[in-house]
């Protein structure tokens, strides 16, 4: 593992788009960067207030899954949105980020990520990024918190599945605040692109997304068995429709997930 590398507060704060992200909260360790904004919204912090470590000891995930890495091999951070989009649109936020965080890691390594439906980024086949977003009702209205974990310079022995990688697996050696400040501004910039045409997202998406074409097996009720009745569904996936769900071919018949555990099959 490479020296641990703190995230640089004051930089990142001199470097960000104040405007848009206002309130930085940049912690040595946290327990998760989600639930401590999630409390924050509720306290009536303001759309674009942002919780970022380098050391998040509780991560969480969907359906409930937690984890822990060690200090200083992983970004953790989260966002607070209150998008102008209208709400029946906002199903896109948690794919908008996984174009984001590949656009980050693009614009400072030399990898090519890909996006697996919905928007776990992958180097190859292996997880690189996590992403959980989490509705809540804030004192002036509804807004989502976007967390992200990115696996920066994790050795193999540190990976928390056998699934996953990091970038310094891949030959990326990135500081932290480097990485933040990517998130950050490439976010401002596809957010704002969003809100003005609310389509645009799914270009991009299609673009980066290693799903479409494969095929794929679908976990469509969780904590179950392999081997149980109708707990996994196999098929080809075709496409994303326009609120962002997998089109998939079963057996001639075109099914449509909002949710659901995808393993690419091939």
Not at 151 to 173: C, K, Q, Y
Not at 174 to 188: H, I
Request: net charge negative; with cysteine.
């Amino acid at each position: 593992m490479p020296p641990i590398d703190p995230i640089d507060a004051a930089a990142v704060r001199r470097r960000v788009d104040a405007a848009t992200w206002p309130d930085l909260v940049i912690h040595r360790s946290v327990g998760s960067t989600n639930a401590e904004l999630l409390e924050l919204a509720r306290a009536g912090a303001r759309p674009g207030a942002v919780v970022a470590t380098a050391d998040q000891t509780a991560g969480r995930g969907r359906r409930t899954r937690v984890w822990t890495t060690p200090p200083g091999v992983s970004l953790a951070l989260s966002m607070l949105l209150r998008p102008s989009v209208p709400l029946d649109h906002w199903s896109w936020i948690p794919l908008l980020a996984g174009v984001v965080i590949r656009r980050a890691i693009t614009e400072v390594t030399d990898l090519q990520p890909t996006l697996k439906w919905p928007n776990d980024v992958l180097i190859g086949e292996s997880k690189v990024c996590g992403i959980l977003a989490e509705q809540v009702t804030a004192p002036d209205g509804l807004a989502v918190v976007l967390g992200c974990g990115i696996n920066v310079s994790m050795d193999v022995d540190e990976l928390p599945v056998p699934t996953a990688t990091s970038l310094h697996l891949h030959g990326a050696e990135v500081s932290m605040t480097d990485l933040l400040v990517s998130v950050l501004d490439v976010a401002a910039t596809e957010l704002d692109a969003w809100q003005q045409n609310p389509g645009s997202v799914a270009e991009a998406y299609a673009a980066a997304c290693s799903t479409v074409g494969r095929r794929v097996r679908i976990q469509v009720r969780p904590d179950t068995e392999i081997d149980e009745p109708d707990a996994f569904v196999t098929g080809d996936a075709i496409g994303v429709d326009a609120s962002g769900c997998l089109r998939v071919d079963v057996d001639g018949s075109v099914r449509t997930f909002s949710v659901g555990d995808v393993v690419h099959v091939r």
